[in-house]
Structure formats: structure tokens, C-alpha cells
């Protein structure tokens, strides 16, 4: 059994619940660099590296971990570390012998439309579009797993596709939303929030390896909060804008370089995706954290954090931004050309 990015966030906090886990016996623990967790086999490698494929001998399943879900990083750069990272994952361990890759991707894959099904079905459609950010790297990901039975006959690969995630460390466009000072609404559409806090993707992940889910499932707290509910929880207002001029903004700001993702990445914050976790139900999995007490943790986690349009702002710049553009969550002009005075002047 081996977990990737084994060193730092998902894959840590994985690689030590299945070092505690009876289903397991011995856990190697593979990163770029020698971690601190304790009672697990370390073999250093870079997933990207074809001669990862040395460090997998004795693996029966691995589970590839090692993902840049950074809002802030760079589109290209954290396109090549996750793509090349789980392509290089599935050839090594196909040569290597290994029997199941299981590999994370999002519930994202499935796109945010105005007219999706609440909940969506597990094998709906993956009709996200695909695009420079995090979800177009998703979106490669599957594709590789897709092609993955024809490349290499008889290993198993299973997808793990979490809904919004919050907890410890977690910094994402849909954690960002949060931290601005209204939330956005487009008129005619009704939003509804659901997430997935790390320790039930954990407990999930831990049953794929264990082979007790296979397949392509979701995992998600029970049900969704509509946005009547989002806001009496956050004490947070809404602000309404159609959307026409929501989307066309939004637009503008990212070819600006203001904001850190495509305007498709607005859609996860104002339509549904929503998702039924009927295989992990099926195994007789439930989660341990509610939408309600996950929106919680969010919300005690952008203590101090301020955000527009997904762009984590400094302090100095919040009380100006909130203070001059509560009509613009997403940003408008006023914003643009104070952010650009500002590069200009610092």
C-alpha cells in the first residue's frame, strides 16, 4: 500500500490514517523529500519522474495524492505537476505490477449548470468545461483514467471525485467565496452548497484502497444548503447581480490578470453540482461532518482573509475593496483600476 504526496497535505494526512488503519499492513509513504510521519516506509521519488516506477516494487495499490490545488499557483505550471504527476503514476505502476491506482479528482468534473439535477447521479455526464483552470486539470486526469484499461489490462484504477472541500489547509476559489464581503447571487438561479470535509474524503480514500468502492464515485457531506441557509448560518448578505454582466466582469478581470481563475470557475459558486453518493452509501459509508458544521469550519478558517473574485487580498486593500465595491463581489472597474494603480505604484 502507498500514498503520494505523502509529505504534505492530502497525502499526509492520508498516509497517517492508513498507517492506524487494521485493513493495511505495511504503508510506503513516497515524495520528493523525506516527511515526518512516523510508523510508514519512506522512498523518496518525484512522481513526475519516469523512475518513480523503482520506487513501487511490492505495491499492490497506490494512491496518488500529490496534487497542486493551490488557487494562487500558476495555470501552466500546476498543469504539468498534476497531469504528468498521474500520468507518470499509471504507466509506473502498471510496469510496476501494482493491481489499483486510485486517483482524486472533484465532483467539479461534472460542471455547474444552471439546469443540473439536484442531486446529479454518479455516472451523469462529465460536462465541466474544460478549461485553464483546476478543472481542466481534473478533467485530463479522467481522461487518463478512462484510457487506462486499454493502456494497461488488469490494473484496476478507481476515481475519487470530492465535493467542495474544507478543512485544515484547504485554500480553493469555493473556500475564497466566503471570504469576501457579500456573496455573490445571479438572479433567476438558486444556488445550493454542499461539501466534503478532508476526514471523510479520508475514510472514502481509505475504503478505494482497501477495494471495498471501485469505480468512479462521489463523496460529499448528506444532501445541500440552499442559500437562504448559507447566509443565515454565515451572517453573510448577498448581493444579486444578472448574468450577463456577472459573467462578462468576471471575463474582463481574468484576462487582466486580477483574478486567479477562467470565469467557467464562477459557475461553482453560483449553480448547482450537487452530488449523490449512492456507491460509497452502498458500502455502508456515511459522513461524520454535516453541510451545516463543514460550512462552519470554512467560515472559523477566513478569520483574517479577505478575498475578491477569488484573489486573496492584504489587509490594507480589504477595508478599501469592501468598503468601495460591496455592489461587486466578482470585482468591477473601480476594482481593476485600483489593483492596477497599486502594482503600478508598489
Known sequence: MAVTGAAHGLGLALAARLAASPRFGRVIAIDDHRGELA????RVADVRDPAVASRLAGIDVIVHADLDLAADSDDRARRAYNVRGAQTVLTAAAAGGVGRVVLVTSAMVYGAHADNPVPLPEDAPLAAEHDAGVVGDFLEIEQLAQRSPRANPGMAVTVVRPAALVGEGIDTLITRHFEAPRLLVVKGCAPRWQFCHVTDLLSALELAAAGEVTGAFAV???????QDEVEELSGLRRIELPARITFATAQRLYRAGITPAPVSGLHYV???WVVDCRALRAAGWRPSVTNAEALKVLLEQRAGHHAVAGR?????DAAVTAAGATVAVIGTAAIVRQVRKRRRDG
Request: some cysteine; aromatic content about 16%; hydrophobic content about 40%.
Open 270 to 272: 453560483v449553480y448547482p
Open 220 to 226: 460529499a457531506c448528506d444532501g445541500w444548503l440552499e
Open 39 to 42: 510508523g510508514v516506509t519512506w
Open 312 to 316: 486573496r487580498l492584504a489587509r490594507k
